[in-house]
Structures are given as structure tokens and as C-alpha cells.
């Protein structure tokens, strides 16, 4: 199996401010037949379920806002808030579509500084 | 609009049966590969079951395997999961998902969830 770790667990970000979170896979997620990484973010928002934001690594999902944006290749990935909002508080999962079983990061919790 | 509707989950008892089910609708759902997540309460996201559009092809992870079976009825729109042998460590919120239309594809849509407690 496929073993996602994310860190960190959580971070507090003031408004406005850049939040990172990083998201290793114990092997390469990378699809050579279509060229492409195999890795979603998803946010999830207190008692509602998560929602994507981005998928093949770095492509966002229509209507998220361009403060996201996913970068990496390979095993090494990164979720990037650029200017963080009060409605991005949240937890982010990354998660690998390479194969089954599907696997999920543990989670980074973001919150307001 | 997709929309991904569960139904089914409440109290049981360990070594009980649930059967979970989740009506879809706004997309083609025959065409659709789907899957259950599942979320313990305040924990993180376990993928559970998948079924490809056809319901030929079908995986399960190794913590529910010989225990779940996940189906569909495309006359209903209808995905399943049949829950046998349930332990403690089954209680979780349920959530049906879409897949994407690519292969291999990221969930682009979930439900609402449905609560499944297992407890004596």
C-alpha cells in the first residue's frame, strides 16, 4: 500500500499570510500512460464533507478560489494557500489515486493565527 | 447538479448487518465508477470500496474485505454497501463518491454521509 504522510499535523496562519502543507507518498504516484501525478487535495470544513481542490497534483478544480494551488511531482507534493482567508480554515487531505488501495494523508488542520 | 444522497446507517450491534445505500443523480450514473469513504469521528478520511461503472470490477480495502460488498442497480441509480460481520471499529460516518470520468480519477463529488454506529 501506498503510505501518504502530510505535515504538519497543523499550523495557525494570520490573515492574509502563505500557508504550506506538504504531502509525501511512499512511492512515486507519477502515471507514465497518461504523464501524469496521481494525487488529489481535498478540504474538508467541520461537519461537512470534504470537497476537492485539486487533482492531478497541480490542476484546480473549477470554482477554487486562486489562492490554491498544488505543486510536486513524483512523491513530493505541496498544497499552497496563498493569502489565507477566515473561510479556508479547515482540514486539507491529500490522497492517491495511483492505485488501489486508495490512501489518504493523516490530514493538516489549518487554522487563524 | 450531482447529487449523492445516503441512506441506511444507525445503531447495531457488533456482528450485525447494515446495508447502506446511496441514490445518485445529475450525472450518467451508469457510466460512473463510485466509492465509499469512510471518516471515524475525529479522524481522517479511509477509503473503503470502490466499483467501476459496470459493476464488474470491484475493490475493498483490507480491513473490510470478506465483510462488505459493494454493488450498484444502474436501473436504480442506486450504490450500495452491504455491512456484515460490523465491529466497533466500523463505527464511522459513511460517505458515497463519484469519481471522476478519468481513469485512474479522483472523487469530484460526495455525499452528505450517513452515521453507522456499532456498539452494544
Known amino acids: 500500500d501506498i503510505v501518504m504522510t502530510q505535515s504538519p499535523d497543523s499550523l495557525a496562519v494570520s490573515l492574509g499570510e502563505r500557508a504550506t502543507i506538504n504531502c509525501k507518498s511512499s512511492q512515486s504516484v507519477f502515471y507514465s500512460s497518461n504523464n501524469k501525478n496521481n494525487l488529489a487535495w481535498y478540504q474538508q470544513k467541520p461537519g461537512q464533507p470534504p470537497k476537492v481542490l485539486i487533482y492531478?497534483?497541480?490542476t484546480r478544480e473549477s470554482g477554487v478560489p486562486e489562492r490554491f494551488s498544488g505543486s510536486g511531482s513524483g512523491a513530493d507534493f505541496t498544497l499552497t494557500i496563498s493569502s489565507l482567508q477566515a473561510e479556508d480554515v479547515a482540514v486539507y487531505y491529500c490522497?492517491?489515486?495511483?492505485?488501489?488501495?486508495?490512501?489518504f494523508g493523516q490530514g493538516t488542520k489549518v487554522e487563524i493565527k | 447538479e450531482v447529487q449523492l444522497l445516503e441512506s441506511g446507517g444507525g445503531l447495531v450491534q457488533p456482528g450485525g448487518s447494515l446495508r447502506l445505500s446511496c441514490a445518485a443523480s445529475?450525472?450518467?450514473?451508469?457510466?460512473?465508477?463510485m466509492t465509499w469513504v469512510r471518516q471515524a469521528p475525529g479522524k481522517g478520511l479511509e477509503w473503503v470500496s470502490s466499483?467501476?461503472?459496470?459493476?464488474?470490477?470491484?475493490y475493498y480495502a483490507d480491513s473490510v474485505k470478506g465483510r462488505f460488498t459493494i454493488s450498484r442497480d444502474s436501473s436504480k441509480n442506486t450504490l450500495y454497501l452491504q455491512m456484515d460481520s460490523l465491529r466497533a471499529d466500523d463505527t464511522a460516518v459513511y460517505y458515497c463518491?463519484?469519481?471522476?470520468?478519468?481513469?485512474?480519477?479522483?472523487?469530484?463529488?460526495w455525499g452528505q454521509g450517513t452515521l453507522v454506529t456499532v456498539s452494544s
Open positions: 490522497q492517491q489515486y495511483y492505485s488501489f488501495p486508495w490512501t
Open positions: 463518491a463519484k469519481r471522476s470520468e478519468y481513469d485512474p480519477g479522483w472523487v469530484d463529488s
Open positions: 445529475g450525472f450518467t450514473f451508469a457510466n460512473s465508477a
Open positions: 492531478w497534483a497541480s
Open positions: 466499483i467501476s461503472g459496470s459493476g464488474i470490477i470491484t
